[in-house]
């Protein structure tokens, strides 16, 4: 059974610029969550997708935003990036979002602000 | 709030003799923990939960964790380390109502030296 898939893999972009990140969750999970490593400041939940809701969403600024497709992925928008976005974006998935679920992650996508 | 606390930055422990990671945590209610392993450029790897029941739970690779709710403590364990299991441990916690998420700690660094 294929893992979390995340795409790109890397990506440079420059300040004020705009990207896009993907992601497709195991098969049968209806819940995507978006989570942002920064060095230095662990893992910071930024957005939790279900059924096409958004049911959560971390101390992140308006640029940040994303979107769930009917077929259960998600994208993950940022406007006007600023040099502290650069950072190893992780998307996980699980069943139905229920608290005892487990997350699974995929390898995450490396974007760097220049 | 809830939050999860990983005291040491970084432990070292050489190859076959046990080692403990620590995590405490706070939250309202009986909390869900979670312990995930990073790997150099990868994502995170689910190792074991804690949802309800016996406060020793086992998972992957040979490690297990107790629970403590006095302490409010989730510590990560193992009998004998190994070379491959140095990499970047993080715990987390799951308040157990509402659109609750996973917080992680900050992670630890785990070296186990031949």
């Known amino acids: ?114 | 709030a809830q939050s999860v606390a990983q005291p040491e930055d970084q432990v070292n422990v050489a190859e076959g003799n046990p080692l403990t990671v620590k995590c405490t945590y706070s939250v309202s209610g009986n909390p869900y923990l979670f312990w995930y392993v990073q790997y150099p450029n990868r994502g995170l790897q689910f190792l074991l939960k804690y949802i309800t029941g016996d406060n020793l739970v086992k998972g992957s690779y040979g490690f297990e964790a107790e629970f403590n709710k006095s302490q409010t403590s989730f510590h990560l364990k193992k009998p004998s380390a190994l070379v491959s299991d140095s990499a970047l441990y993080f715990c987390a916690v799951r308040a157990p109502r509402g659109y609750s998420t996973l917080t992680f700690g900050k992670g630890t660094m785990l070296l186990v030296s031949p």
């Open chain 1, 1 to 114: 059974e294929a893992g979390v898939t995340q795409s790109p893999t890397h990506l440079i972009k420059t300040r004020g610029q705009q990207v896009t990140l993907r992601c497709s969750p195991i098969s049968g999970h209806t819940s995507v969550y978006w989570y942002q490593q920064a060095l230095g400041l662990g893992l910071q939940f930024l957005l939790w997708y279900d059924e096409g809701e958004e049911r959560n969403r971390g101390n992140f600024p308006p640029r940040f935003s994303g979107r769930q497709f009917p077929n259960y992925s998600s994208e993950l928008n940022v406007n006007a990036l600023e040099l502290e976005d650069s950072a190893l974006y992780l998307c996980a998935s699980d069943d139905r979002g229920r608290r005892t679920d487990t997350q699974y992650f995929g390898p995450g996508t490396r974007l760097t602000v220049l």
